[in-house]
């Protein structure tokens, strides 16, 4: 790969706005580069690419999640079945495909897909998917650098799938020693499950610290089914 510096230089500061860079491209070496800089990608198709980096930042400590009363009786009797990293196309396709109050398309694009899809080929780009039987109906999906784990995107076709998957997620990034979730931008829907904002300084410290404490990137499919099946 390309030295990351060159490919996203920018340092980030307090006073700089939400979007802190323009144009580029969103092939997996300079989005692992951007992310490490606390940076994503968010624009439309056709448009140039716009790289955020909200202040303050919407985030999710592991040991702070937090399961409703209604999700607990789900997660005992086991309501759905969980995998991860067996269908990351398919998830990413359903995310970018799923309706949004007040969007009147999707932002995860024709290039992004791509380069995530490179990114799931060298082990960082994680998905877990969310089954009824033999049915997919929901998912997320998300990138995994040191102990950080930077959410994208999730769906659910089914009511609860998608905080079933998500619940479970923490619950095994948290025997993986990750520190942080990165959420992004608030959200009702994770901030019922724990999720709160912090100062972008903050977030920066966190981030330089998870980041030095990078892990062999790799699929998670069998060690995921470990825990499930005898933990979980």
């Given at each position: 790969m390309d030295d990351q510096n060159s490919l996203f230089p920018l340092i980030i500061g307090p006073k700089t706005g939400n979007v802190v860079a323009f144009g580029g491209d969103v092939k997996p070496d300079r989005l692992l580069a951007a992310y490490k800089k606390g940076a994503f990608p968010w624009y439309n198709e056709g448009e140039a690419i716009q790289w955020w980096s909200p202040d303050p930042r919407f985030v999710l400590y592991p040991t702070e999640l937090q399961i409703s009363h209604s999700m607990k009786p789900l997660l005992k009797k086991r309501r759905f079945r969980v995998t991860v990293d067996t269908q990351f196309e398919a998830?990413?396709?359903?995310?970018?495909?799923?309706?949004?109050?007040?969007a009147s398309g999707t932002?995860?694009?024709?290039?992004?897909?791509?380069?995530?899809?490179?990114?799931?080929?060298?082990?960082?780009?994680?998905?877990?998917?969310?089954?009824d039987g033999d049915t997919l109906v929901g998912g997320l999906y998300g990138l995994a650098i040191g102990r950080i784990f930077f959410g994208e995107s999730m769906f659910a076709r089914v009511s609860n799938a998608s905080k079933y998957g998500f619940i479970t997620l923490v619950n095994w990034l948290q025997t993986q020693g990750f520190d942080l979730i990165d959420c992004q931008m608030e959200t009702n829907h994770l901030g019922s499950l724990g999720a709160r904002s912090i100062r972008r300084t903050q977030f920066m410290k966190l981030l330089d610290r998870c980041v030095l404490q990078e892990a062999k990137p790799r699929p998670w499919t069998q060690e995921f089914e470990d825990w499930y099946f005898n933990v979980a």
């Open positions: 998830v990413v396709s359903e995310c970018a495909r799923i309706e949004r109050h007040g932002w995860i694009t024709k290039d992004l897909h791509e380069g995530f899809v490179g990114l799931h080929g060298l082990g960082y780009a994680h998905s877990v998917e969310v089954w």
